[in-house]
């Protein structure tokens, strides 16, 4: 039987969290934890560039634009196509705001979507008059794209959802989305909060028009990174709604003239914080040492395993699809005829497990982490066990 043993060493891994001696972390999907060698780099060039200033020799400007290209390799995109931003919700916004809305004009999107899609499209709805219709999720590209077309209209404009969502750790049919999408001439929007760092992501294959994501979940980044793609000719369609030093191409205070770039950097201007992009940078370095297949491999062990054992309890239902092709790192059931935020209490304050909520469809969920382990899961199986026996 494989386990995660065969494809990263859990206790090397391990050394490098220290929280993990004090609680079971199984909430990267909200949050990750920097492993130490990343933190000690990102503090040590913040340390320098805030003492120093203009005087530190730490280039953390030069350090944040290496970020730059490889996350652009690690997307399969171009350098002129990524732009910085603090989070996956900032992408979303950067093309929600960027686009001129008619009255009437709509937008699909799913009913598992994060905050950070569905708010800003219903803030849309409500001061610019578009119609925002929402499909049930499915991974089978025939399913998905049978609602999508029930709902499609001559109006529709914008096709915005999760890559993978946050409630199920469902792995939508991205490609097959896309390619429908482009042949009515509709844009394409996806929010790979959940998916950048626990899956291949290759925007190039996806064939998305837009992508956004952070660096603080899976990647295990500093918390305030955030990454966005825009396929070049679409990005220049994009309005930017903030605009300052760096923004513009060309700028002629006698002619009035005020051009920006035709690349992400038209989205980045003023201060910025380059040490933290200079600290994702950090972490991207961590999973270079651990080879991102590797990872890739512990997370799909770890992940099965996790479902056979939710599956083999009867009191348990798991709500994520089984085969890793469908989901993703994140792993969600429910425990019938118990409240999910009694669940999650209990398992934080008496077993010290940090899980994630989902009061949709009242059930827990986790993120089953390249620092995770086996180990790990026993726990909150036995756990969530006596918590439903009531022992």
């Known amino acids: 039987m494989t386990t995660t043993s065969d494809y990263l060493d859990s206790a090397i891994v391990r050394a490098s969290f220290p929280v993990l001696e004090e609680v079971t972390y199984l909430n990267v999907g909200t949050y990750g934890i920097m492993p130490e ?75 598992e979507e994060h905050e950070a ?49 946050c409630e199920t750790g469902t792995r939508l049919p991205a490609h097959e989305i896309c390619a429908w999408a482009a042949g009515y001439n509709i844009l394409s929007l996806f929010d790979g909060a959940q998916a950048l760092g626990a899956i291949s992501v290759n925007v190039r294959e996806i064939g998305c ?9 899976w990647l295990c980044g500093p918390k305030g990174t955030g990454v966005f793609y825009g396929c070049l000719d679409k990005l220049v369609q994009l309005s930017p709604a903030h605009v300052g030093a760096g923004s513009l191409a060309w700028v002629d205070v006698n002619t009035g003239a005020a051009e920006p770039w035709a690349s992400g950097q038209r989205f980045e201007y003023g201060t910025r914080a380059w040490a933290l992009y200079a600290g994702l940078g950090a972490s991207l370095d961590w999973y270079d040492s651990l080879g991102w297949e590797n990872v890739e491999r512990h997370l ?72 995770n382990n086996e180990a790990d899961i026993d726990k909150l199986m036995a756990a969530v066990d006596k918590a439903v026996r009531g022992n």
């Open 37 to 111: 060698p990343a933190l000690k780099t990102f503090q040590e060039l913040q340390a320098d560039f805030e003492r120093k200033g203009v005087a530190s020799t730490a280039n953390v400007g030069a350090k944040a634009n290496e970020t730059r290209e490889r996350i652009a390799k690690l997307l399969g995109a171009s350098v002129k196509e990524i732009a910085f931003t603090r989070d996956a919700t900032d992408g979303i916004n950067l093309v929600l705001a960027g686009l001129t809305w008619q009255p009437g004009d709509e937008v699909i999107t799913t009913t």
């Open 117 to 165: 899609m569905i708010h800003p499209l219903l803030y849309l709805q409500a001061t610019k008059g578009i119609c925002v219709r929402r499909v049930e999720i499915s991974p089978d590209p025939d399913v998905m794209l049978r609602r999508l077309e029930e709902v499609r209209s001559p109006r529709t404009r914008l096709v915005g959802m999760s890559h993978v969502t």
């Open 209 to 217: 028009d837009f992508y956004s994501s952070n660096g603080h979940k």
């Open 300 to 371: 799909i062990a770890l992940n099965r395993y996790a479902k056979q054992h939710i599956q083999s309890r009867k009191h348990l239902q798991l709500l994520s699809p089984f085969d890793w092709c469908d989901s993703s790192g994140l792993v969600t059931f429910k425990a019938p005829g118990n409240l999910c935020f009694e669940m999650g209490r209990m398992l934080r304050e008496q077993y010290h497990i940090h899980t994630r909520m989902i009061p949709h469809y009242n059930a827990v969920r986790i993120s089953t982490a390249h620092f």
